[in-house]
């Protein structure tokens, strides 16, 4: 079945360090997203990539990194510049930009 | 900049009730999704609004879109406990989308 796959489902951070969420899609989608939500809230834009090895930022991109290597991939990770990490990090693709995004389960990310 | 915004924000209604949520948007889209999230889930796509007029039906929803009033409509006729949720539009132009601030829809016996 094609879909989106985000590991970990949890995901807890020690002060100081960087950690990786994993993102990967089989739906053959050149569109791919990063979001975060707080509790109660929507969802705010992070990076995303139109195109293999080519990133844009979103609203909130400063404490996080991407990359794009192969079109099935698109890993954030979580710098220790980004103090108040604690969110449901939810990736996306899409067959382009613009066009209806389909989401993965999601990584819930707590700070230890 | 584009704003997004949903109202009720929080919607507690009894079963068998209708009831609208409204999506309001600052400038120009050219397209408006509607989703849905279950707590602590993902989102499940429900609607894609590409035309102004543009009216689509599943079950118990239906959407609308007016694009000179840069409103989408999402009416629940005789809601089920099923559909509670938290509904977000999302909507902009190719280069640029935006969510909403989502609709809590709580259905109670």
Known sequence: DGGITQSPKYLFRKEGQNVTLSCE????????????????????????????????????????????????????TVTSAQKNPTAFYLCASAEGVGQ????????????? | EL????????????????????CNYSTTSDRLYWYR?????????????????AVKQEGRLMASLDTKARLSTLHITAAVHDLSATYFCYTGTASKLTFGTGTRLQVTL
């Open chain 1, 25 to 76: 899609q089989n739906l053959n989608h050149d569109a791919m997203y990063w979001y975060r939500q707080d509790p109660g809230q929507g969802l705010r834009l992070i990076y995303y990539s139109q195109i293999v090895n080519d990133f844009q930022k979103g609203d909130i991109a400063e404490g996080y990194s991407v990359s794009r290597e192969k079109k099935e991939s698109f890993p954030l």
């Open chain 1, 100 to 112: 209806p995004q389909h989401f993965g389960d999601g990584t819930r990310l707590s700070i230890l």
């Open chain 2, 3 to 22: 704003k997004v915004e949903q109202n009720p924000l929080f919607l507690s209604m009894q079963e068998g009730k209708n009831y609208t949520i409204y």
């Open chain 2, 37 to 53: 999230q279950d707590p602590g889930k993902s989102l499940e796509s429900l609607f894609v609004l590409l035309s102004n007029g």
